[in-house]
């Protein structure tokens, strides 16, 4: 088959691979039919999470055809549509049965926190992604649906993670009628997080970011005020202006460490690996929200140590919350928002890519060119 396949920073090219095979009676072999670049995907691109090994494939968003099923499936075929979850759980631990299935015990062995995810380094179990032709999707009774006859692949595959992040975002934030809500970061997630505030009461939705596209689309897609930083000595003095002087209710950091990482990160991340990121955001989310506000991340941080102002947090009285999305525990409320008109996930899309071309899609989106918010990625697959 052809894979993207990682060869280092910044080096990425497709390649011929094996096609996986069937290693356990609960896998499925999924040929991909669409598959997504991530934000958080670049952090690899740019060699700056630990364990990224040379001959990876990326892509943790993805949906796709059942080829082949193990033994033990019961719940899928061969033929059927699948949307995937980023996130690899077991299904039966103590955490997937309490519905924290990003935090799965079983399907990680390098760590304690995360669960596994698809394409996403040795940290998080070393799964081959879905920038590919084919993928094997472990536990495939518990992790795959098949997407329903009226959902639409390019909505489906923004379910994957993208859709269903931003409104755990919103939903972490406990947002009750009339509340503020500030997002910091309008890229998919961000933007899928302002328009979820609507959905959960939010009285006004306020997006931060410095790209004029993705303000625009905050604008336009989930219909948010939006404010440059850059056009402000201190936005959140601005913000407290916008606010009574008191703050937003609820603050979402949509950014997390930065994907280009800060100088430190490239100083030292040919031997260190370390992509912590700068806390700007994180800290801007407690410097923004009111007293006994509540801040939600969702923005991906690695393992380094970050200045976070947690003294001031902890002296406003902030509710810090916080998690990778348990994705599947998002589709019911998602699948009757889409049906019933209130979202259209693919809107924030501007870029389809053939696999082939995927090494140029990674450029662009990693130096924000084109207006690029969303890439997809095309395999060709028969």
Avoid at 20 to 44: K, M, N, Q, Y
Avoid at 98 to 104: A, Q, T
Wanted: aromatic residues 8%; contains cysteine.
């Amino acid at each position: 088959m052809r894979a993207m396949v990682y060869r280092g920073p910044y080096k990425i090219r497709v390649e011929e691979k094996d096609v996986p095979a069937i290693e356990h009676p609960g896998d499925a072999i999924v040929r991909v039919t669409l598959a997504a670049i991530c934000g958080s995907d670049l952090h690899l691109y740019h060699g700056m999470m630990p364990d990224t090994r040379v001959g990876t494939t990326f892509g943790h968003e993805f949906v796709g055809v059942v080829e082949e099923v193990g033994s033990g499936v019961r719940n899928l075929k061969r033929g059927d549509r699948v949307m995937v979850p980023f996130t690899i759980f077991c299904g039966t631990c103590w955490f997937c049965a309490r519905g924290l299935y990003s935090n799965c015990h079983n399907v990680n062995p390098n760590a304690t926190a995360v669960g596994g995810i698809y394409g996403y380094s040795h940290t998080c179990g070393g799964y081959d992604g879905g920038q590919a032709e084919f993928v094997r999707v472990p536990f495939a009774d518990v992790g795959p649906a098949v997407i329903p006859d009226w959902l639409a692949e390019e909505d489906a595959v923004l379910l994957t993670d993208a859709l269903a992040t931003g409104y755990f975002g919103a939903q972490l934030g406990g947002i009750t009628e009339g509340d503020v809500v500030v997002v910091f970061g309008a890229g998919p997630v961000g933007l899928f997080a302002a328009k979820s505030a609507w959905l959960m009461g939010a009285g006004r939705v306020i997006v931060i970011d410095h790209l004029a596209n993705r303000l625009a689309k905050a604008r336009t897609f989930a219909h948010a005020e939006t404010y440059n930083f850059t056009e402000y000595d201190d936005i959140i003095v601005h913000l407290k202006k916008l606010t009574g002087h008191l703050g937003a209710d609820v603050a979402i950091d949509a950014v997390g460490a930065e994907a280009d990482g800060n100088l430190t990160q490239h100083v030292t991340s040919a031997k260190l690996k370390l992509q912590g990121g700068s806390p700007v955001a994180l800290n801007w989310c407690i410097d923004a929200v009111r007293k006994g506000g509540t801040v939600s991340v969702m923005g991906a941080y690695g393992p380094m140590f970050s200045a976070v102002k947690f003294g001031d947090a902890m002296n406003k009285g902030l509710t810090l919350r916080m998690n990778q999305c348990p994705v599947k525990r998002q589709w019911p409320r998602l699948f009757e928002h889409i049906r019933n008109g209130y979202l259209k996930p693919s809107d924030v899309v501007t870029h389809r890519i053939p696999l082939e071309h995927i090494a140029e899609g990674y450029h662009i989106f990693s130096a924000k060119l084109d207006g690029c918010i969303k890439p997809l990625i095309v395999p060709d697959a028969g």
